[in-house]
């Protein structure tokens, strides 16, 4: 996708706009068929084209020399955003599975999207999301009289969001020290609540993250969310923020309860730990020391390298 299609993708209406970026998109994959020969390996990230049956994904099997496939997600699920629906019944899990079957390695970051590669190719190689853990800083950039609760995602993970509606009506009537914000969706809102709403871009993404004081992950428990590969939580992480999380499969591997935040199941347990939190500032900084070593540990650029580097080799 062109950046302009990435702004209007996710959101309502733009029909005409959304058929030319796709139709741009198609033609600029026809132009890569005419270079990839020249390359060693393709490093094909969760499929060519996103519709319809593996034509894209058989052409540039016939042409190129080795593939690596990497996937993130369980796209072979055909899932849609809410505003485009109709999009779920063009997309087919046979070209996730032709990619698998056909690529010289799979590399995968989750134990559910690694039993599934494995029906198609013993070739495969888990490896955890993985940041350039360098490029955050601890330094808090504003707000230092608020105690900032932050959300990072897009218009299609917000409505995991929603989950944390009441809770963060409680929050907000308890403590008037306490600043809510979410970055990444500029239509999100609870009623009864003020919130922040702040535009994801890649140049002021970590500046934004920097004025979390701490981080959000609700997920529901459901099967979409055991082949997330955790980003946001890595980057919370990276950042040194203390995260609050739901107690959901994927999330036991990045937060260990108690040490660089908590896994919470029911609202009341997701207002007490945030109420800990808000009112103990030491406890916040412990936290997220904590959680920025564990990101330099095991998610790092450094702490992944080799397993990135023997895949390709």
């Not at 993708?9 to 020249?38: A, C, E, H, N, S």
């Not at 499929?47 to 020399?65: C, D, H, N, Q, Y």
């Not at 939580?233 to 908590?262: E, R, T």
Request: hydrophobic letters at 40%; one cysteine or more; glycine letters at 6%.
């Amino acid at each position: 996708m062109s950046e302009d299609m990435q702004k209007i993708v996710y959101l309502k209406g733009y029909f005409f706009q959304k058929i030319t970026g796709t139709i741009g998109g198609y033609l600029r994959r026809v132009g890569d068929l005419f270079r990839i020969r020249r390359y060693d390996i393709v490093y094909l990230f969760l499929w060519a084209t996103p519709f319809g049956p593996p034509i894209s994904e058989w052409m540039i099997r016939k042409l190129v020399r080795k593939i690596v496939y990497d996937i993130d997600d369980l796209i072979y699920k055909a899932e849609s955003s809410p505003n485009n629906k109709f999009v779920k019944y063009l997309k087919s899990a046979a070209k996730v599975d032709f990619s698998m079957q056909h690529a010289d390695h799979v590399l995968v970051s989750t134990d559910k999207l690694f039993n599934y590669t494995k029906q198609f190719t013993p070739n495969v190689s888990q490896i955890p999301a993985t940041i350039d853990v360098k490029k955050y800083s601890f330094s808090k950039t504003a707000n230092l009289d608020k105690v900032v609760i932050g959300w990072s995602g897009s218009h299609s993970t917000s409505k995991y969001l929603h989950l944390l509606d009441n809770v963060f009506r409680q929050i907000l009537i308890r403590h008037s020290n306490v600043k809510i914000m979410v970055m990444g969706d500029k239509t999100y809102n609870v009623d009864g609540c003020d919130i922040e709403l702040v535009e994801w871009t890649a140049k002021t993404e970590i500046p934004n993250l920097q004025q979390f004081d701490i981080g959000l992950h609700p997920v529901p428990d459901e099967e979409w969310v055991y082949g997330k590969s955790g980003g946001k939580l890595v980057q919370y992480m990276a950042a040194g923020i203390p995260i609050v999380a739901s107690a959901i499969g994927p999330n036991f591997k990045a937060i260990k309860d108690g040490d660089n935040g908590f896994l919470v199941k029911t609202d009341e347990e997701w207002i007490s730990k945030l109420e800990l939190l808000i009112t103990d500032a030491v406890l916040r900084k412990q936290m997220g020391v904590n959680s920025k070593k564990r990101a330099v540990e095991f998610y790092s650029v450094e702490a992944n390298l080799d397993k990135y580097l023997a895949a390709f080799k």
